[in-house]
């Protein structure tokens, strides 16, 4: 693991892996580069694998200034820190979608191919409007450990949890994200709109659908690719943090797609 400034934040990433392609993992809400560490092998095998705490969270700098252009910002600053000039792949599920949707349609020369599961590009429902703000509050007040337990229920529901060692450690790591940059992104969820950057990817794109995602139901993703001329959908068994939940499923879903790149 490193650490470098890119944007005028401190972010902690790790470059691995073998070809001549880079992809870019962004990860989910609360997550951080441990995220994909159990489809890595897979990926390190076929690319250049770069991954990254996003601004708030892992052990990058801790910050309540989160939107979707300093995201993207930072995310430009680091290919740029790291002299990665030639078009990636990105790959992201849930906020981190919103991330890389954003940026494939913004910089559409420096991304190749892009795969998102559960994206987040509509904010959320009015009616869950006020258990969100209650959830920020008490993450505020008292810690994530005040919400996570109510939180994993929908986004990592029981019948998922048949690798308990996996449920845990993803639980502990989750409790231990800082409250302030956690309640920010929390409330960049709901200011999230990206009609207008949907309808200027132009590269090749896999949404992906989680059958057993509630926050994210997969109608909503299939609905979601349909505003992209370049793209296709599938639907497969996992929740709401796909690449955490089924990283098995998840790089046999993904690299296929990527690896198609030479026949487009």
Known sequence: MEWIEANGVS??????????EVVVLVHEIGGAIESWDESMVEFEKEFQVLRYDQRGFGLSEKSSDITIESSVADLLGLLDALSISQACHLVAPAM??????AFAARYP????????????????????????????????????????????????????RNDKARFDRYRLRWM????ESFAA??????????????????CPTLFIG?????????????????SVANSSYVEVASGHFLPVQAPDLFAATVIPFLLDVGRD
């Open 11 to 20: 972010l902690r990433y790790t470059l691995s892996g073998k070809g001549t």
């Open 96 to 101: 981190g979608a919103a991330i890389a949707i």
């Open 109 to 160: 020369t420096r991304v190749k191919r892009l795969v998102v599961s559960s994206p987040v590009c509509d904010g959320v429902p009015v009616a869950a409007l006020p258990a969100l703000e209650a959830r920020i509050s008490a993450v505020e007040t008292k810690g994530l450990r005040a919400v996570i337990d109510t939180s994993l229920t929908k986004s990592y529901a029981e019948h998922l």
């Open 176 to 179: 231990g994200n800082d409250p």
């Open 185 to 202: 992104i929390s409330r960049l969820v709901v200011q999230t709109h990206l009609n207008s950057d949907l309808s200027r990817i132009a």
């Open 210 to 226: 989680c059958t057993y995602d509630p926050i994210r139901p997969p109608i909503q993703t299939e609905q979601i690719a349909k």
